[in-house]
């Protein structure tokens, strides 16, 4: 009898979450590019924020999750400040960008191991992953729907290239 | 040297990506239930679909994909009829039961291999998964603002049980 179980086959691996997420910021980014510079952060439907909010978000969630369970080190301080939107923009490729050279230093064991991220948020590695996508997705959604409302085509939710 | 490399790591376990997706589609049942029943089909912002229209889009991609996956066989049959939500909800419920009864027949491999989806769509099996998954997270998104719109407090995003 072996006395060390067999490690659960991957429904997604490593590399294919990478891939997927990357996929994701594409499209985000493309949804971020789509808003008229002066309505990134005034307008809005129903009261709720508007998408550079929402991006501000998502910037302060993805790298610095990532940068959290790869190094243990959480860091809250990153700005939320209005801003052009060809700034966040370029904060957007530089997290695409450290993204990409953080994910190779996780240990493949890592993403079945239990967190707590920003010190409160305790969770599988892979679960809050797929929770900071997850939002990211969610929010660009409402995103979709401001566009439709200023009379802008999204781009296909489907091209992720 | 080995001859045979070892399986790639699981990020997620095929047992994590059904408890993240059932996790999803409590929050999308709430989000359904949220709408009044004379709102689900007629109301939208921004010349989109109501989110009744959305729901039965998502009725019509998870549970044929799972069983495409499982059988080989794609059924492009189900009913988009426009129905009173009690029906959604009952529709939505044989779904989730169902996908849990699916999901326990993939082979562990099943996952990496790639598929033509409904005759139409090829990739790999877990990114045939995922995206049944993200264009649900995207539209239920999109029903948010349509409840803010009505004045209506959504069901929070970070709860799934």
Not at 53 to 79: K, N, R
Not at 126 to 141: A, K, P, Q, S
Request: glycine share 8%; hydrophobic share 40%; proline share 7%.
């Amino acid at each position: 009898m072996p006395t060390v179980s067999a490690p659960a086959p991957a429904a997604v691996t490593a590399d294919q979450l990478l891939k997927h997420w990357q996929g994701h910021r594409r499209l985000t980014r493309r949804t971020i590019d789509a808003f008229p510079d002066d309505k990134l952060f005034t307008f809005s439907v129903g009261g709720m924020r508007p998408f550079g909010e929402l991006a501000l978000e998502m910037l302060t969630m993805a790298e610095p999750m990532l940068h959290g369970l790869v190094t243990g080190e959480w860091d809250l301080s990153m700005s939320r400040d209005v801003s052009p939107k060809a700034e966040i923009l370029r904060r957007w490729d530089k997290g695409t960008a450290h993204i990409n050279a953080l994910w190779s230093q996780i240990p493949p064991g890592r993403f079945q191991e239990t967190v707590t991220a920003f010190g409160r948020y305790k969770d599988l590695v892979c679960n809050l992953l797929l929770y900071v996508i997850d939002n990211e997705i969610h929010h660009r959604g409402q995103g979709y729907v401001y566009l439709r409302a200023l009379g802008i085509e999204p781009p296909p939710f489907y091209e992720r290239d």
